[in-house]
């Protein structure tokens, strides 16, 4: 009786491992946001200037809605912020895939390419397709969006081709007064006005091709 009390602990193990030869049952749990929902938590990420977090919930949605454009632009706005330009590049084409000629993923893969120094010439290419199909459209997109062409007076002036840059930066600064100067300005060419920070960016830029300029011929000004 001693022997078989000293040994019922090891024969009840043999029982419970002998039961758990069956397959477990797996519990998947499902997520419960929606791709925008997950995207609005990636927003209140950014704001924050939480990086990691916003990318997390913007990769998220995609796997919730592949086709979802601001899940991919956004992912590709933390990704040039983390200067990550390859990657940036890349979700803002996909982005463009779905939405072709958009002025918002354009721009902003302009800026890749100002950032990075790489594919400079398709960039441009890019945002003169989107002025060229914005001619046609009504305002504010009508081709003289301010955002839109201060982006191509830098991608310009990182190009060399200063007559051509202080030509948009010009227009830029045009159309921004033009517009009232308003607050709230949106994506770029997607709400009237023109923010006053808009305003001092593209006379900051006006300064940097400026100070690009190579020296002139005696007695030849500088652009003015």
Known sequence: MTFFLR????????????????????????????ADEHVTLGVAYERKGELAP????????????????????NLGNVRLA?????EARAEYLKALALRPADPEATNNLAWAAIL?????????????????????????????????????????????????AESALARAEAACLA?????????????????????????AHREELRSSLPSPPEGRPRVK
């Not at 983390?82 to 390859?86: D, P, Q, R, T, W």
């Open 7 to 34: 040994f019922l602990p090891i024969l009840l193990l043999a029982v419970a491992l002998a039961g758990c030869g069956r397959v477990p049952r797996i519990i998947v749990l499902e997520d419960p946001l929606s």
């Open 54 to 73: 916003a990318a997390r919930e913007y990769e998220r949605a995609l796997k919730k809605d592949g086709r979802s454009f601001r899940a991919r632009v």
């Open 179 to 203: 517009s009232g100067n308003l607050p709230g300005a949106g994506a770029p060419g997607s709400a009237p006005g023109c923010p006053e920070s808009v305003l001092r960016e593209i006379r």
């Open 116 to 164: 990075s120094g790489n594919d400079r010439e398709e960039a441009l290419l890019r945002l003169d397709a989107v002025f060229a199909e914005g001619e046609s459209r009504p305002p504010p997109m009508d081709g003289l969006s301010p955002v839109l062409l201060d982006t191509r007076g830098v991608l310009l002036t990182r190009m060399a081709r200063f007559a051509e």
């Open 82 to 86: 983390e200067k990550m330009y390859g």
